[in-house]
């Protein structure tokens, strides 16, 4: 059986064909009953998509079938993490299908996640972060936009789907904390400090009214054709900030968000604070960074210790 999928996976530039009426009413019971973000059901879509090329008929897929999917995905090299996000999502579909009665046991209950997080996730130290917060330095627009958005992102954690997603109504400044909707639809509150405080008020001063120029809009950062930021746009940006404060690695919005959690965790904050700022819903996501704290402990230990 294994051999079987192998060599299927190793082929590239299949044709799409649209889903199974079986996957698009999983994909719409995501959307309607859990509340799932957009993004989400997104990354449900493309693994489903890849799943019917190579098991088109769900009925009769058997646990040996996705067993030998997976060992072809790992065949082709995939990531833990790409196989392991896979995984979840066979789960749980097959999970609504033996739900809804139309299969009578489930091929993937006893699917083997492999481990994630192999590898301590990529942070930037605290004079890296700030460099990279005062590299839009110049008080045009674009530059004081930038600076809130990055401000902003260091100092609460938002994934960069909440940052770009964020409403003017959900920032409660004379608190200091964000109204956040995250992934499912679950809201938190998560507060600021006063250094992302002030670049948000000159943003809201000056920034934004030159952007919007009478306009109205819902959504606190916006680009020059009023429109609210999109991530890939926010992305460059970040990337374009990095390089000229001197960080020529890989810089993603989410490397920023790993770098306020890493910071909380040595500086003493317990997990399930952390856990409820990123807005993670289970604790074992969030104890990666205990590794990291591990980690530097250890690193200082081998640098500074005379007998290491």
Not at 42 to 68: K, V
Not at 125 to 133: A, F, H, T, W
Not at 274 to 298: C, E, F, K, P, W
Request: with cysteine; proline share 5%; charged share 25%.
């Amino acid at each position: 059986m294994i051999s079987r999928m192998l060599t299927p996976l190793r082929v590239t530039g299949a044709p799409k064909r649209p889903l199974s009426g079986l996957a698009q009413s999983f994909l719409d019971f995501c959307r309607v009953e859990k509340g799932l973000a957009r993004n989400s059901i997104g990354s449900y879509r493309i693994d489903l998509e890849r799943l019917e090329r190579f098991l088109p008929a769900a009925r009769e897929t058997t646990s040996a079938d996705l067993s030998g999917y997976l060992e072809g995905m790992y065949a082709q090299g995939l990531s833990p993490r790409s196989i392991a996000r896979h995984v979840a999502t066979l789960r749980n579909y097959y999970l609504f299908l033996t739900t809804e009665g139309i299969i009578s046991r489930d091929p993937a209950e006893f699917l083997a996640s492999p481990q994630t997080w192999t590898t301590i996730p990529k942070y930037l130290n605290r004079e890296e972060v700030e460099r990279l917060l005062a590299a839009p330095s110049k008080p045009n627009p674009a530059q004081l936009r930038d600076r809130a958005m990055m401000e902003l992102l260091y100092a609460t954690g938002l994934r960069v789907s909440e940052l770009c997603q964020l409403e003017l109504s959900n920032v409660e400044r004379a608190m200091g904390v964000l109204k956040v909707t995250g992934k499912g639809n679950k809201q938190r509150v998560v507060p600021f400090g006063e250094s992302a405080g002030d670049a948000l008020d000159r943003y809201l001063s000056q920034a934004r009214p030159a952007f919007l120029k009478g306009r109205a809009t819902k959504f606190l950062f916006v680009t020059a054709r009023g429109r609210a930021m999109v991530r890939q746009t926010f992305w460059k940006l970040l990337r374009k900030h990095g390089r000229s404060a001197g960080i020529f690695r890989r810089l993603s919005p989410h490397v920023v968000r790993h770098s306020f959690a890493t910071h909380l965790v040595e500086g003493g904050a317990d997990l399930r604070s952390v856990q409820i700022m990123l807005g993670h819903a289970d604790i074992s996501t969030t104890q990666v960074y205990t590794h990291v704290a591990q980690r530097r402990l250890r690193d200082t230990i081998d640098k500074h210790h005379p007998r290491s």
